[in-house]
């Protein structure tokens, strides 16, 4: 009863949610302003990024696409369970051509798109990070790892973006490429603040795309009382 109350919720915010996070782009872009991009921090993030290029290349195609497909579907598997769904085994496929997770139910479309805006182990570095951050004092390898988790994320992100992508194909394509480059959007600002100032960083973060979005909001508002006056 609960999950097909939680399916029927999302099913009717899907296309709020797509809106939001439609007029929210401009805020979201201009709030990178707020990274200090010349930090060590993040330089040793961006060299754990790059790191991950080198070795996905070096290990090779194969190695890199099954730990992919395995993330994906650890990533539905999650948000299967966070909503509350009782998820069935994960398959993945012998040739490393996919995999597949069957949720008893039917889901919902944050299961389903939940593997292309959720990085799941920079999340997991992240309940580990203020640790380290404070048994290390800082040192810059605990930020590159954070960088070479990213980078990993956004290697499968876009190896597995494509018009022929199931689960893209079964939400639709035009509502799939608004939230996935929203949530994106969103995902990599959360990450950069985190590696910033670690939970502080998100809250401030967030704080401050909140006012730019109040801000191009009531720009918009303005501009559309103008037209209708």
Known sequence: MITKSIDFIFKLIKWPVALFLLISIPALLQSYNYFELNSVKVISFAGGAVLYLATMILAGQNISRTMQIISHELTHLLFAYLTFHDAGKVRINPDDSGGEMSVRGGGNWLITLAPYFFPLFSFLYMLLMPGLVMVSDGHFLVYGVFGYFFGYYWGTVLSQVHPEQTD???????????????????????????????????????NLVWRLDIHYWLKAAKLILQYIE
């Open 168 to 206: 893209i194909m079964k939400e639709g394509y035009i509502f799939s490429t608004i939230f996935i480059v929203g949530a994106n959007l969103y995902t990599t600002g959360i990450i950069l603040a985190f590696n910033n100032k670690l939970w502080e960083g998100v809250k401030e973060y967030l």
